[in-house]
T-cell receptor
Framework: KAGVTQTPRYLIKTRGQQVTLSCSPI?????VSWYQQTPGQGLQFLFE???????NKGNFPGRFSGRQFSNSRSEMNVSTLELGDSALYLC???????????FGDGTRLSIL | GEDVEQSLFLSVREGDSSVINCTYT??????LYWYKQEPGAGLQLLTY?????DMKQDQRLTVLLNKKDKHLSLRIADTQTGDSAIYFC??????????????FGQGTELSVKP
């Protein structure tokens, strides 16, 4: 079974631009969660999607948004990029509420 | 509130046992997890324990849970240089989050010296 796939692996943007990151969950998994990892703040939860609906949301500004498609693939979007948005963005999927989250290798976003 | 604490560094000799400790605050967490992160990679699930268990063993890994003290530990037997990585403890958070929101510790960097 293929794992969680995130694309692209690396991305360089400039301040003020917007970016879309993609996540394909493990086949059969309907829950997708997103996390931001930075040296200063560590791993922080962004949001979770289940059956195309946002089920949980972390404490991030409205510039961070996401969506999930009917095939469970998910995208997250960050608008008006700031230098502080430079981070590793991780996506995780799971097969049920009593199942663990499995992570992809992340997208490393650098803002110049 | 929700908080998970870990020590930042641990150094051991190859062949020794490693013990990584974690404390958490949310007593309603259903599951507690250990993840491993190697440089340039995502998080690899190592093991997890249900909150009504005290211990779980999986090959070289032993997880101990003390619910009264909200203390979780991961013991790695016969530690190898390939075990060098950052280890994260995580809790599943408030029950109404249905486990979709993990709360992570800062990570413990394990260095294994030959």
């Amino acid at each position: 079974k293929a794992g969680v796939t995130q694309t692209p692996r690396y991305l360089i943007k400039t301040r003020g631009q917007q970016v879309t990151l993609s996540c394909s969950p493990i086949s059969g998994h309907r829950s997708v969660s997103w996390y931001q990892q930075t040296p200063g703040q560590g791993l922080q939860f962004l949001f979770e999607y289940f059956s195309e609906t946002q089920r949980n949301k972390g404490n991030f500004p409205g510039r961070f948004s996401g969506r999930q498609f009917s095939n469970s693939r998910s995208e997250m979007n960050v608008s008006t990029l700031e230098l502080g948005d430079s981070a590793l963005y991780l996506c995780a999927s799971r097969g049920g509420s009593d199942q663990p989250q499995h992570f992809g290798d992340g997208t490393r976003l650098s803002i110049l | 509130g929700e908080d998970v604490e870990q020590s930042l560094f641990l150094s051991v000799r190859e062949g020794d046992s490693s013990v990584i400790n974690c404390t958490y605050t949310d007593s309603s967490s259903t599951y507690l997890y250990w993840y491993k992160q190697e440089p340039g990679a995502g998080l690899q699930l190592l093991t997890y324990i249900f909150s009504n268990m005290d211990m779980k063993q999986d090959q070289r890994l032993t997880v101990l849970l003390n619910k009264k003290d909200k203390h979780l530990s991961l013991r790695i037997a016969d530690t190898q240089t390939g075990d060098s990585a950052i280890y994260f403890c995580a809790e599943s958070g408030k029950i109404y989050n249905q486990g979709g929101k993990l709360i992570f510790g800062q990570g413990t960097e394990l260095s294994v010296k030959p």
